[in-house]
């Protein structure tokens, strides 16, 4: 299987003024196909190519795939992606996302290098009917709330509600409980996050952008569930998200800073 090259500029935003679906910065590719710039359909199976001739890092893939994140303004959504990104927790005052900003991040499922496009979408009301443009596109959607703040949970119905009318019918959905390192703050427990993740068939987890826990994870199990898809013939078991994020993910209480 040969691999793609990624562009040098791997991050860009698009303002929220040019709603344009396919506006993601320096390189015309089509996120989420496999052959970047091709006319594939964003959740078409990648094809069959020759293999690699070396080259690692983040600079080579072999399938690649859009990855939005929702949720409410405040939820975390860009401390998450730069946690998973770069390692690091944004502290201090709180920017909120103007428009759409997306970071690209090679990561390694079993031997196979997925290209995650990680759209970072604005949560204030404002920016809507932007992201909404956005969503069609997507393979993958991480809805997120806020351990801290009920209305944010209270909101992801409104949410499911736009991921309906909006996203691909097969998009891969993984809901998340946010900034679980508050402990003294929570408002939404645990289980209120799995009995409504349960009600909406989704797989759930909490997070910290702050400590860290659970986001690779919950980034790797949507590479693994897309790789997996995308496969014609899998000559590995099926992997299972619910499964594996429920098998894998951590407690809070193992994390608090
Ligand atoms: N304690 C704690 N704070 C967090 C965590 N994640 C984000 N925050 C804080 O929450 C605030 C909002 O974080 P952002 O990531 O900017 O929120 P957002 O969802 O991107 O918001 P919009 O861009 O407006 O949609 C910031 O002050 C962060 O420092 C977390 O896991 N734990
Ligand atoms: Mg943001």
Redesign the pocket.
Known sequence: MSRKKTSKSKAGSVPAASALPAANGSRPARPGSAHPGSETPPNGPPQPSRPSLGGGGDFYYDVAFKVMLV?D????????LVRFKDGAF??GT????VGIDFRNKVVDVDGMKVKLQIW?T???ERFRSVTHAYYRDAHALLLLYDVTNKASFDNIQAWLTAIQEYARHDVVLLLLG??V??AQERVVKREDGEKLAKEYGLPFMET???TGLNVDLAFTAIAKELKQRSMKAPSEPRFRLHDYVKREGRGASCCRP
């Not at 303004?73 to 998450?80: A, D, E, F, N, R």
């Not at 709180?94 to 996302?97: G, L, R, Y």
């Open positions: 949720g303004s405040g939820v975390g959504k860009t401390c998450l944004l502290a709180f920017i909120s996302t970072d604005a949560g204030q946010n900034k390192d508050s910290s952008a702050k």
